[in-house]
């Protein structure tokens, strides 16, 4: 594993989480990294990603607004700021790196090296 998430929890609704990824050498100007969520029996899916070259971001249009992702260059680390959880927002959460074109950033097919994922549960 040359990821490590953490910070998941279970929280209530309209609470607050933040997630963290540790990514080192994931995070020079060619690289994108992004968080994604599976929950049981669904797909996995795009929540949102930085470019570091770029410092853009991208989010799913369901957390826009909610979530807010930002780094640390000096600890090589990505952050996910999850607020006013919802329960729809259970499930397990993967930060993930790849040198991804722009067109991309939401597909998970892209994305070569991967986390463990963090469980996240919200209760209503």
């Known amino acids: 594993v040359q990821l490590q998430a953490y910070g998941g929890g279970l929280v209530q609704a309209g609470g607050s989480l933040r997630l963290s990824c540790a990514a080192p050498?994931?995070?020079?100007?060619?690289?994108?990294t992004a968080w994604f969520r599976q929950a049981p029996g669904k797909e996995r899916e795009f929540v949102a990603a930085?470019?570091?070259?770029?410092?853009?971001?991208y989010y799913a249009d369901s957390v826009k607004g909610r979530f807010t992702i930002s780094r640390d260059n000096a600890k090589s680390t990505m952050y996910l700021q999850m607020n006013s959880l919802k329960p729809e927002d259970t499930a397990v959460y993967y930060c993930?790196?790849?040198?991804?074109?722009?067109?991309?950033?939401?597909?998970?097919?892209?994305?070569?090296?991967w986390g463990q994922g963090t469980q996240v549960t919200v209760s209503s």
């Open positions: 050498g994931r995070t020079s100007s060619s690289y994108t």
């Open positions: 993930a790196a790849g040198r991804v074109i722009t067109s991309s950033v939401r597909s998970p097919s892209q994305y070569n090296t």
């Open positions: 930085f470019r570091w070259g770029t410092l853009s971001t």
